[in-house]
């Protein structure tokens, strides 16, 4: 009968710093492991493997929603619905190259640098994706055609940059400023997150106290839901609660990276429910009006952010190998460093 040993697993003061975290203090894999070595931890009690499977199952989820709106009669010919299947691209795309990165960052220091790279990097066409509907569905009405709206995409799509370059270069002060590192990767991805959802703050600051209806800029409890999870998510990932309080007692279950990732996913099953409310509760208005990108512009805006980004990632990859020799271990250890247990 054929049997596969399961990879061994190491408490924190066995393993270099870069894979530390805080507050996790065993379940850790070897920070040499195979590719195999990986996908089998996936099936073992690791501190990652529901960190795994939290984003690879809302993959499929989302992957066949997709599928789903994609394959209704005339959806896809319709150029009402390309912003909306324009999101739902690196909604796909962004849970699954999180399971990637939490899968196969223990083969190697720099692999798990990469990793985390390209994980940033689809967060970052995430941000930019939601533009689209926000800017085709979710636009107050006195700032359709103004300035910001002509701009908002392409505003986007340079702050992905921004997110990438910014998120990939926090990792590099992770050592000696692990503070500094944390503001960086937080600031990375609240900017965007801020800049995409101006049209619902505005649109909530008008309908706010009302004890009327406020037409056109109403927004269905969906948006609530999402603008909660996403508060809920940034705060989860800046606390590192609740392990922070009880070092060891969440390793394996109910430590602030696998709610973060729960929390993350419910905010974009309810950000896609509001988009398809405010796609079908607007749509006669939003039919009188011009649209603010055609296909040809969605294209290109997206492909050119998907190229830069590639581009940001790629000299981060680069930097890793051309870099100074003491961000890497030897025998085991980080120079300068002694294999103490950590005090949180």
């Not at 324009?86 to 692999?111: D, E, K």
């Not at 890497?328 to 950590?342: A, H, S």
């Amino acid at each position: 009968m054929l049997s596969l040993k399961l990879p061994q697993l190491l408490r924190i003061h066995q393993v270099p710093r870069v894979f530390w975290e805080d507050g996790i203090m065993s379940g850790y894999r070897r920070p040499s492991s195979s590719a195999l070595d990986c996908v089998l931890s996936s099936f073992q009690m690791t501190n990652e493997t529901v960190n795994i499977w939290t984003h690879f199952l809302p993959t499929w989820y989302f992957l066949w929603r997709l599928l789903e709106l994609a394959g209704g009669p005339g959806f896809r010919a319709e150029p009402y619905h390309w912003p909306l299947l324009v999101f739902l691209l690196p909604a796909c795309l962004y849970p699954f190259a999180s399971c990637c990165a939490h899968t196969f960052s223990s083969m190697s220091p720099r692999a798990r640098h990469i990793c985390y790279f390209l994980d940033y990097g689809a967060l970052s066409l995430y941000s930019l994706g939601c533009a689209f509907p926000y800017a085709a569905y979710s636009m107050p009405a006195s700032w359709l055609h103004g300035r910001l709206h002509q701009l908002f995409v392409p505003a986007a799509a340079l702050n992905s940059f921004l997110c990438t370059s910014l998120s990939c270069y926090s990792r590099f002060p992770e050592l000696e400023s692990p503070g500094l590192s944390k503001i960086l990767r937080t600031a990375a991805f609240t900017y965007p997150f801020l800049f995409d959802n101006l049209p619902l703050f505005y649109r909530l600051g008008l309908c706010w106290g009302r004890g009327h209806s406020c037409g056109q800029e109403a927004l269905s409890t969906s948006h609530g839901y999402h603008l909660f999870c996403a508060l809920l998510t940034g705060f989860l990932f800046a606390s590192h609660l609740p392990e922070r309080l009880a070092p060891g007692r969440f390793d394996y279950i109910g430590h602030s990276h696998q709610l973060f990732h729960i929390c993350a996913v419910l905010g974009t099953h309810f950000q896609l429910e509001a988009v398809l409310a405010d796609m079908g509760s607007r749509r006669a208005w939003l039919a009188t009006q011009e649209p603010p990108l055609g296909l040809v512009g969605t294209v290109a805006t997206l492909g050119l952010a998907v190229v830069g980004n590639l581009l940001i990632i790629a000299a981060f990859t680069a930097s890793l190998f051309w870099g100074p020799s003491t961000w890497w271990p030897i025998g085991g250890r980080y120079k300068g460093q002694t294999t103490v247990r950590p005090h949180f």
